[in-house]
T-cell receptor, first 113, second 114 residues
Framework: QQQVKQSPQSLIVQKGGISIINCAYE??????FPWYQQFPGKGPALLIA?????SEKKEGRFTISFNKSAKQFSLHIMDSQPGDSATYFC????????????FGTGTRLQVTL | NAGVTQTPKFQVLKTGQSMTLQCAQD?????MSWYRQDPGMGLRLIHY???????DQGEVPNGYNVSRSTTEDFPLRLLSAAPSQTSVYFC?????????????FGQGTRLTVV
């Protein structure tokens, strides 16, 4: 049973465009929602995270939007760059246990010139 | 600081063989976890530990054993490898802290069981 559903599976965006990845979760007890970025041959690295007491968090070109009532959250990458080409994972977990996560299935992003 | 170190990076096993995947962290993190990553399935939690001497099962624990004798080390043991355990394995660590916001992952171990 997939508790965190992620879409799309793959995404191609032109340089300078906006990349949007969506996730939905089922367990309302989750209270920590991070996004991880993974390059080929590397481990995932934290990109940005949000807690459900806020609806949006922005760090540079990366923004998380969170809709608690719909149990959905999304990652927006503004002004996408070729260096952003990677696989992105959303995840859900609990405050204080950041390495005990339920992950989405991942989105492979390709940013073209 | 080295962060989270996993060894080996690559391993080929025959069905039925046993082996231990090593994970060590030098950040004095209480929390450590093991995940497996399979195409189209994301990362799935195998086992986790909240401190030395304390471990618990994750989503896919069957076929794997863990122990935590020190804060630094969290080895994952495959007692009798099966082809279904072919995967990339990641170890992660984090502080046990209500303000903690980051888990650190190792570089992964690519395991093939033939």
């Amino acid at each position: 049973q997939q508790q965190v559903k992620q879409s799309p599976q793959s995404l191609i965006v032109q340089k300078g465009g906006i990349s949007i990845i969506n996730c939905a979760y089922e367990n309302t007890a989750f209270d920590y929602f991070p996004w991880y970025q993974q390059f080929p041959g590397k481990g995932p690295a934290l990109l940005i995270a949000i807690r459900p007491d806020v609806s949006e968090k922005k760090e540079g070109r990366f923004t998380i939007s969170f809709n608690k009532s719909a149990k959905q959250f999304s990652l927006h990458i503004m002004d996408s760059q070729p260096g952003d080409s990677a696989t992105y994972f959303c995840a859900a977990g609990y405050t204080g246990t950041a390495s005990k996560l339920t992950f989405g299935t991942g989105t492979r992003l390709q940013v073209t010139l | 600081n080295a962060g989270v170190t996993q060894t080996p990076k690559f391993q080929v096993l025959k069905t039925g063989q046993s082996m231990t995947l090593q994970c060590a962290q030098d950040m004095n993190h209480e929390y450590m976890s093991w995940y497996r990553q399979d195409p189209g399935m994301g990362l799935r939690l195998i086992h986790y530990s909240v401190g030395a001497g304390i471990t618990d099962q994750g989503e896919v624990p069957n076929g794997y054993n863990v122990s935590r004798s020190t804060t630094e080390d969290f080895p994952l043991r495959l007692l009798s490898a099966a082809p279904s355990q072919t995967s990339v394995y990641f170890c992660a660590s984090s502080r046990l802290d209500i303000w903690n916001t980051e888990a650190f992952f190792g570089q992964g171990t690519r395991l093939t069981v033939v």
